[in-house]
Each structure stands twice: as structure tokens, then as C-alpha cells.
């Protein structure tokens, strides 16, 4: 029962969510501070776009890529530089490397964040930009709504006070928090190998602290989930931008126990199938360039959930490496969301573009490897 079912509980937490929990709470720490003033200056520095695209974009997580979507709406950034942080962009299916192999992942993240950088410079050579046509000033009409006036868009602040309630304001939050700061100092030399689980075991009487913390973090983790409906806090936008730090460390765990869950459906699922029918992931057609195809068109599907099992797949040994590139590089995380709500016509071409990169990468390591 232990490795069948509470191991892989218990790596869910300890291997991705209470990184992502980390991560989460320091992007919105520097939104709740600075708000756009970190980014306000590419708008003065509009041939960096791509770059600092690319940059936001391959970092950990969904986050970095999320805050240039409102800035594109507003014609502060081009449309190339969405599109360098969503090619770059592995979301939060890069937790998952990083805790399998940190070394692979660095490796995996260059690549990435070269390839969005080239596709994003492409795109604003050629001048694409489906949102230039509407992106004009516009007047509110007598009586609207405060809101609809030059931005031509949705009153956001009403919006942020409707939505902010997808934000789960329960004491599991709490309890949550609780869990990651140690489960924290537990993780990081257990999962980098710095020490030895049997060591920590001995050393708390007996009991596994890696396992406890783990399988406590996962079922904690199920709650919020459970209680914010399944939704991720960041499809709205919105709830991103928290107004106070309580708000934002209860935005950070629900977003961080969204993706502990699915990481935990998918390590389980992967750790029960293995069990008990002996597949291990070789006998999946989805090699050659036909894998390479079908990894670029999972890509297409928004959020992140489908590609963390998928990414999944690829640590537990039933993906060759290209197919896993041609994913990482379609894929555009929770980003695609925001954006898909703000400039659906641009999000529609966002995530056809990034899919032929994708399918070219991919097929080029099919070549070289």
C-alpha cells in the first residue's frame, strides 16, 4: 500500500508542489508589490520584447509568462513577445522535470528559451499582430460602466472583486502553508540526493518525514482543490494580482494545490498501471515523427493539466525525447487563458503558431539524435 499509493502521494507534494508553491507565492509577492512597474518599461524598450519574453516565459511555472498577457492587451508589448514567453514556456510541467532531473531540465529550459526567443523576433519581423486593428481608443458611452472607456475592455477592478472569490478563503490554506516550510527543508536534499531518506527516518524515531509531509501536503492539497472547484485561480487573471499578502499566499496555495492534485492523479495513475499490468511506457506508438506530431498537438490544449501527465509520461520512461520537446514547446501553460480572455483572436493564432516551431524542433532531434 505504502509505494503503490502513499509514495506517490507523497512525491506529488514534495517533488512539485511544494516547489510550486515557492515559486507562486514569490511572483505574486513582486505583482502585489511593484504591480506592472517591473514591466512598464518595455514599452520604451520595444525591441527587447522577445527577449524578456523569452526570459519570463522559460522560467518555472505559468507565472512569468501570465504578466505580459494584460500588458499585450494594452499594446505595451508586441505580439512577438507573447509569443517568445508561450513557445518558452513549459508551465507548470516543468516542476516536473526539474524534480526528476535538474540537469535535464536546465538543458530542456535552454532550449526553450532559445527557440522562443528566435520564433518571437520572427513574429515581429513579419509584423503580426491580430490585435493592432483593435487596439484603438474608444469612449465610454453615456451611462456605461466605468471601465469601458480607452481600453476598450471589461471594468477589470469589478472583475477582480467578482472573481477574487474563486480564490478559496478556508483555513486549509493555513494548513497548507504550514506543511510547505517544512516540507520544504525536507525536499531539497532528498530530492537533489544531498542526503540519505533512510538518515531522516532514523532520525525522527522511525517515521519517514518525506512520506508524512508528503501524503499531508497532497490530501491538504485535495481540499483546496476541492473547495475552489477544480478551477485554477489564474484562469481568470484577475486573481492574480492579489491585493494583500494574505490574499496572495491563499491565491499561491490554491494554485500550487491545483497542480500538486494533478501531478498526484498522474503519478498514481502511472504507479497503478505499472503494478498491475507490468506496462512500462515502451509499448506507446508515439515514437518517430508521428509521436513528434502528437506531442505538438497536445500542445494545443490550454492549461496545464493534460501536460504535466503527459510530461509525466516522458520521466516515467514512455515518451522519447523528441515528442517530449515537440509538447514543451506548443504547450502554453495557463498563459494561453488570460490571454484567450483578453485578445481571443490573438490566443487562437498564439497557439497555431507555437505549434510549428514545435513540430520543426522536434522533428530536427529526430534527425540529430
Known amino acids: ?22 515559486m507562486v507565492a514569490l511572483f505574486g509577492a513582486l505583482r502585489w508589490r511593484y504591480g506592472d512597474r517591473i514591466t512598464d518599461g518595455l514599452s520604451r524598450r520595444r525591441r527587447l520584447g522577445p527577449l524578456v519574453g523569452a526570459l519570463l516565459g522559460v522560467s518555472p511555472g505559468c507565472g512569468g509568462a501570465i504578466v505580459l498577457m494584460p500588458l499585450y492587451a494594452r499594446g505595451k508589448v508586441s505580439f512577438g513577445t507573447v509569443i517568445a514567453a508561450l513557445a518558452a514556456t513549459m508551465g507548470d510541467s516543468s516542476w516536473v522535470v526539474l524534480a526528476w532531473n535538474p540537469a535535464f531540465a536546465l538543458k530542456l529550459h535552454a532550449l526553450l528559451f532559445a527557440v522562443g526567443l528566435v520564433t518571437g523576433y520572427v513574429v515581429d519581423a513579419l509584423g503580426i499582430d491580430p490585435a493592432r ?28 472583486r467578482l472573481l477574487g472569490g474563486l480564490v478559496p478563503q478556508v483555513p486549509a490554506s493555513t494548513a497548507f502553508w504550514g506543511l510547505t516550510t517544512p516540507a520544504f527543508a525536507v525536499s531539497v536534499p532528498v530530492v537533489f ?6 538518515v531522516l527516518t532514523r532520525a525522527f524515531g522511525g517515521v519517514d518525514p518525506y512520506l508524512a509531509l508528503g501524503v499531508l501536503g497532497t490530501l491538504t492539497a485535495m481540499l483546496i482543490f476541492a473547495a475552489g472547484k477544480g478551477r485554477l485561480a489564474d484562469d481568470t487573471l ?3 494580482h492579489a491585493r494583500t499578502i494574505g490574499a496572495t499566499l491563499r491565491h499561491s496555495a490554491h494554485e500550487a494545490s491545483f497542480v500538486t492534485v494533478w501531478v498526484a492523479v498522474a503519478y498514481l495513475g502511472w504507479q497503478v498501471l505499472t503494478t498491475t499490468t507490468g506496462f512500462d511506457g515502451s509499448q506507446l506508438a508515439l515514437t518517430g515523427i508521428i509521436g513528434v506530431l502528437v506531442g505538438a498537438g497536445i500542445g494545443l490544449i490550454p492549461g496545464c493539466a493534460v501536460q504535466i501527465v503527459f510530461t509525466g509520461l516522458y520521466v516515467s520512461g ?29 490566443a487562437a493564432l498564439a497557439t497555431v503558431i507555437t505549434t510549428i516551431p514545435a513540430a520543426a524542433v522536434g522533428a530536427a532531434l529526430l534527425v540529430l539524435l
Open 1 to 22: 500500500m505504502t509505494e503503490l499509493v502513499f509514495r506517490p502521494l507523497a512525491d506529488a507534494f514534495m517533488q512539485v508542489g511544494v516547489y510550486v508553491a515557492v
Open 133 to 160: 486593428a483593435v487596439r484603438r481608443p474608444k469612449l465610454a458611452p453615456a451611462g456605461a460602466p466605468a471601465g469601458l472607456a480607452a481600453a476598450g475592455g471589461p471594468d477589470l477592478t469589478a472583475s477582480r
Open 193 to 198: 540526493q544531498l542526503v540519505d531518506p533512510a
Open 238 to 240: 484577475e486573481t492574480a
Open 318 to 346: 514512455g515518451l522519447p525525447l523528441p515528442t517530449l520537446v515537440a509538447n514543451a514547446v506548443s504547450q502554453d501553460g495557463d498563459a494561453l487563458i488570460p490571454l484567450a480572455a483578453l485578445r481571443r483572436q490573438s
